[in-house]
Antibody, heavy 125, light 106 residues
Framework: QVLLEQSGADLKKPGASVKVSCTAS????????LAWVRQAPGLGLEWMGW????????KSAEKFQGRVTMTTDTSTSTVYMELKSLKSDDTAVYYC??????????????????WGQGTMVTVSS | DIQLTQSPSSLSASVGDRVTITCRAS??????INWYQQKSGKAPKLLIS???TLQSGVPSRFRGSGSGTDFTLTISNLQPEDFATYYC?????????FGGGTKVEI
């Protein structure tokens, strides 16, 4: 079955960077983009962006432009999300997600039907 | 960005009730709305895509409707396992957004 396995929890100081990994299995890795969604404690869901493992193309939410970098390693079927200049309100669970459509960019109306287990990132001095 | 406003933000209900959750978009998004269920400490689960398409394995008591700017998730005959938080999400725009969530409590 399709699985997205994420790296473990991380604790960072304000101003630092964090890099979260997501390893995919159960399907052809380069066929689908992979996206990132985060959720601060007790709050809602926030889309951060996506990356195409096939082309390396990325699209990020305007809020994170310049601060988030998404990369891919096709040899290990892994995508990475690096967030820089961390602040306390970046404390959140970060999810790796796969969309329902295999186009790049994802066609309008796409949803996320596969989710990783989430990675808790805590930003605290 | 397209804003999605969910209402109510929370509601109390009993087993067997019918509940309705509304999601209003700040502009027309055709039928490009998806609904998720999230239980405490778990990743969200996709329930409905494209406004009304039930995902495989999702009970038929869940129903989605609407188009344009106004969308509804209806849960009939509420079951104990349905107590959770529900989110709408639009991908009409390349800047994808989620609603603020509706917590369904006993």
């Amino acid at each position: 079955q399709v699985l997205l396995e994420q790296s473990g929890a991380d604790l960072k100081k304000p101003g630092a960077s964090v890099k979260v990994s997501c390893t995919a299995s159960g399907y052809r890795f380069t066929r689908y983009v992979l996206a990132w969604v985060r959720q601060a404690p007790g709050l809602g869901l926030e889309w951060m962006g996506w990356i195409s493992p096939y082309s390396g193309d990325t699209k990020s939410a305007e809020k994170f432009q310049g601060r988030v970098t998404m990369t891919t390693d096709t040899s290990t079927s892994t995508v990475y999300m690096e967030l820089k200049s961390l602040k306390s309100d970046d404390t959140a669970v970060y999810y790796c997600v796969r969309p329902t459509t295999d186009t790049t960019p994802p066609s309008p109306g796409y949803a996320f039907d596969t989710w990783g287990q989430g990675t808790m990132v805590t930003v605290s001095s | 960005d397209i804003q999605l406003t969910q209402s109510p933000s929370s509601l109390s209900a009993s087993v067997g009730d019918r509940v309705t959750i509304t999601c209003r978009a700040s502009q027309m998004i055709s039928g490009y709305i998806n609904w998720y269920q999230q239980k405490s400490g778990k990743a969200p689960k996709l329930l409905i895509s494209a406004a009304f398409t039930l995902q495989s394995g999702v009970p038929s008591r869940f129903r989605g409707s609407g188009s344009g700017t106004d969308f509804t998730l209806t849960i009939s005959n509420l079951q104990p396992e349905d107590f959770a938080t529900y989110y709408c999400q639009q991908s009409y725009s390349s800047q994808l957004t989620f609603g603020g969530g509706t917590k369904v409590e006993i």
